[in-house]
């Protein structure tokens, strides 16, 4: 998998700009990833070092729009804490 295709996008929400305060930035990737291709990439786009990746697995959800049912897709959300003096500008501003 290329590195961009495993980081789809950054996760802005307000838990999210808290984490930023302790040097960590919020991604959606790729389901298939795993923590070592997650910090590969990131350092690969950004040019940052990342210390550390802790990742969540969100299951789909049972949606219904009036006789139609489904399920929403499954997600992965990866949290990485970058070394200390490193940040990534730009992106969340």
Known sequence: MEARDIIKRPVLTEKAYLLM???KYT??????????????????IFGVKVEKVNVMNYKAKFRRVGRHAGY????????VKLAEGQTIEGLFA
């Open 21 to 23: 305060q302790e040097n």
């Open 72 to 79: 929403t897709n499954k997600k992965r959300k990866a949290i």
């Open 27 to 44: 991604f959606l990737v790729d389901t298939r990833a795993h923590k070592t291709q997650i910090k590969q990439a990131i350092e690969e």
